[in-house]
């Protein structure tokens, strides 16, 4: 027997059930989706042609709050650090740079695990099943806890940017340094501001980059001083440093862009001619007015300069605001120049990769070329004219576009400028003034591809074939007027 109320029943039972199958279905490939989806996995390295275990990849480093505390008679330093960062993709782990041991790490304030070789600090986010916790564009911010001596650090390549002798400790150098004393994303491309306190034994001095906050006895460590430090504008990590010992500070007004600021100076007990030193120093603001001619505004809030105790490596460093000096340098206004070059061209305006230093050391050697001219020295086309008639075949055997890492640190200080100066004389006077203040203005990483890029731009006349002879050849480039030769 056929009934009407049980077939409508029946047939809205089955409605029913297969909505609710077609809604299960929709369920499990919506999950189904999610689970199988893909995303580029960090990787322990940026991903740098010469310093590919530099960095970390899928974030951008927005800030380091580094609280330490060192003792320079036993190097042991420990304390921890806030790096804030930015997602730029579905993230599931973060990859930081570190040489000292790792005891606690916390990400959003809750306690997470974490793996440590070598220099690599490996911190999982929170996972489900697989997939990243934090999609691109999202803030995390991670607390590592940390100790261990500075004294025998072993660095990659030969480079080791940690002085010490038990009295004093210099951390400065490139292209590594930071990683020696704070959690960070050690590579230029990932400029980042930074808020540093260090506590030292009472009466020894901890000098830093950026603005001088305070200083002085801290009531909860008896026996301890506190330096806090604080930059404002975005910098490369190789622009840090931390200098420890018994200094001779002087603190000064400073008058930049008709604006008063502050200069802060520190010169070495073991230096000699402290003195000498500290008035060179002070040199600083006259320089950095000069520079500004070509420049344009100086970038930064803070100036001064350091003076260590020991023979360093290198002439100058380029640290933020504070270049750190080896003290046979003192007098050599042509290093004062340099280093004060670099706070536009190469903390400010940074580097992408390593392979790109032209954009750093040839620009501010450059710098150095004009500023020493108009305080009466040689000229740019003397500079050139002899190291063009004095230079040999391995002046001009290496590639400026490719150095490689044995030699990223040699031709760019002199046959770098000298590409610099024959782009001036092809491009002309108002062309060159006009590029040249563009570049500086601007922030963040860039390429020697964007710096070519822009000078092709800029000028009247074509350079293409300028660029590609002096920064891509390997042999003397000829001297004509298309390659800028006047």
Not at 83 to 89: K, Y
Not at 135 to 155: H, Q, T
Not at 198 to 208: D, F, L, N, Q
């Amino acid at each position: 027997m056929w009934s009407a109320s049980k077939d409508t029943a029946g047939r809205r039972v089955a409605e029913w059930l297969g909505s609710l199958v077609a809604l299960l279905t929709g369920l499990i490939l919506v999950v189904a989706l999610i689970f199988t989806r893909t995303f580029a996995p960090a990787s322990a390295g940026i991903g740098d042609p010469y310093y590919p275990e530099a960095g970390g990849s899928g974030y951008d480093a927005l800030s380091y709050v580094v609280d330490v505390t060192y003792d320079p008679g036993t190097a042991v330093l420990s304390g921890s650090t806030w790096v804030s960062l930015m997602t730029t993709q579905p993230l599931d782990v973060v990859h930081l740079d570190l040489m000292l041991a790792v005891s606690e790490v916390e990400v959003g304030g809750a306690k997470a695990g974490f793996t440590q070789r070598g220099s690599d600090l490996a911190v999982p986010l929170v996972t489900i099943a697989g997939l990243p916790a934090n999609r691109a564009g999202e803030v995390v911010n991670i607390l590592v806890a940390y100790s261990g001596s500075l004294a025998g650090l072993k660095f990659r390549d030969g480079f080791d940017p940690v002085y010490w002798n038990g009295a004093e400790t210099l951390i400065s150098g490139e292209p590594l340094s930071a990683s020696a004393w704070f959690p960070s994303n050690d590579h230029p491309s990932d400029p980042a501001t930074y808020d540093i306190t260090v506590g030292v034994p009472t009466g020894v001095e901890a000098i830093s980059v950026g603005t001088l906050l305070g200083h002085g006895a801290d009531p909860a460590h008896p026996g301890e001083d506190t330096w806090h430090w604080r930059t404002a504008t975005p910098a490369p990590t190789y622009a840090t440093m931390l200098a420890v010992g018994q200094y001779d500070v002087e603190t000064v007004p400073v008058q930049l862009d008709g604006v008063e600021r502050t200069a802060v100076y520190a010169v070495s007990e073991a230096v000699a001619a402290r003195t000498q030193a500290m008035d060179w120093l002070k040199e600083s603001g006259a320089a950095v007015t000069a520079l500004e001619r070509h420049l344009g505004r100086y970038p930064l809030n803070a100036l001064g300069g350091v003076v260590p105790g020991f023979t360093l490596e290198w002439a100058g460093m380029e640290t933020l605001g504070r270049p750190v000096y080896d003290r046979d340098a003192v007098g050599k206004d042509n290093v004062l120049f340099h280093e004060l070059a670099h706070q536009w061209l190469g903390d400010t305006v940074t580097l992408r990769q390593w392979h790109d230093i032209f954009i750093n050391e040839a620009m501010a050697s450059y710098l150095e070329w004009m500023s020493v001219a108009e305080a009466g020295g040689a000229t740019p086309q003397q500079n050139f004219d002899h190291l063009y008639a004095t230079s040999k075949g391995a002046f001009w055997s290496l590639r400026l576009s490719d150095p490689g890492t044995r030699d990223l640190f040699t031709r760019v200080y002199d046959r770098g400028p000298m590409v610099v100066h024959a782009l001036r004389v092809r491009m002309g006077e108002d062309a060159f003034s006009r590029f040249l203040a563009d570049w500086a203005g601007q922030s963040g990483p860039r390429s020697l591809d964007d710096w070519r890029v822009a000078a092709e731009k800029a000028s009247p006349v074509d350079v293409r074939p300028l660029l590609a002879a002096w920064l891509d050849g390997t042999s003397k480039v000829p001297s004509t007027t298309e390659n800028g030769f006047s």
